[in-house]
């Protein structure tokens, strides 16, 4: 069964430093993985999707990477802003389902 | 372009009461999935549907549960003779018509409906 782990659980920095979130699957059989934000309260938005195939996405101050040998993916986000406050997500794509981590609770202080 | 939309988006019920969860996908997606986020944990998978067809109910409960998708009108999530433990937010997703989970592109999630059982 598909599990997946994101690290840390919760992470706060000052406004303009670089961070890693980190998230691990232990099935490599996926189709894709999508990194979600979720803000409270709110649904899940969209932030960038790898498929299996890729190495890595870019979108923005945003840039996802993905080993699947080693079933492991992060988000490098740039410059952090006070806006980019959410829980972001970590899903995988194993068929009919996406299997998700509990999140990473980023807190970007002015 | 509307987004996914679902509603209520809050609903307080009583114990033994029935909830009843809609979901109306973007325009032009024929496939509807629904999660559950439990508070502290992660969202759960429960259940994929295409137009009148259940593809994966793996994640359903085998009681009080049950979801459809009719021809016409929303997605229903409907939750019988709730109970405390069923309080929870109930995510639905879409993705376009012809291409489900297995497509390789992304789902689209709407704002959620916030069950509370009191």
């Known amino acids: 069964k598909q599990e997946v782990t994101q690290i840390p659980a919760a992470l706060s920095v000052p406004e303009g430093e670089n961070l890693v979130l980190n998230c691990s699957f232990t099935d490599s059989a996926i189709y894709n993985l999508q990194w979600f934000r979720q803000d409270p309260g709110k649904g899940l938005t969209s932030l960038l999707l790898i498929q299996s195939s890729q190495r890595e996405q870019t979108s923005g101050r945003l840039n996802a990477s993905l080993d699947k040998s080693s079933g492991r993916s992060t988000l490098y986000i740039a410059a952090s802003q006070p806006g980019d406050s959410a829980t972001y997500l970590c899903?995988?794509?194993?068929?009919?389902?996406?299997?998700f981590g509990t999140g990473t609770s980023l807190t970007v202080i002015p | 372009n509307a987004g996914v939309m679902q509603n209520p988006r809050h609903l307080v019920r009583r114990r033994g009461q029935e909830a009843r969860l809609r979901c109306s996908p973007m325009k032009g997606h024929s496939h509807v999935y629904w999660y559950r986020q439990l508070p502290e944990e992660g969202l759960k998978f429960m259940v994929y549907l295409q137009k009148e067809n259940i593809i994966d109910e793996s994640g359903m409960p085998k009681e009080r549960f049950s979801a459809e998708f009719p021809k016409e009108g929303p997605s229903i999530l409907r939750i019988q003779q709730v109970v405390r433990g069923d309080s929870a937010a109930y995510f639905c997703?879409?993705?376009?018509?012809?291409?489900?989970?297995?497509?390789?592109?992304?789902?689209?999630f709407g704002e959620g409906s916030w069950l509370t059982v009191v």
């Open positions: 997703a879409s993705s376009p018509l012809g291409q489900g989970a297995y497509s390789g592109n992304t789902i689209y």
């Open positions: 899903a995988v794509n194993t068929g009919n389902q996406f299997y």
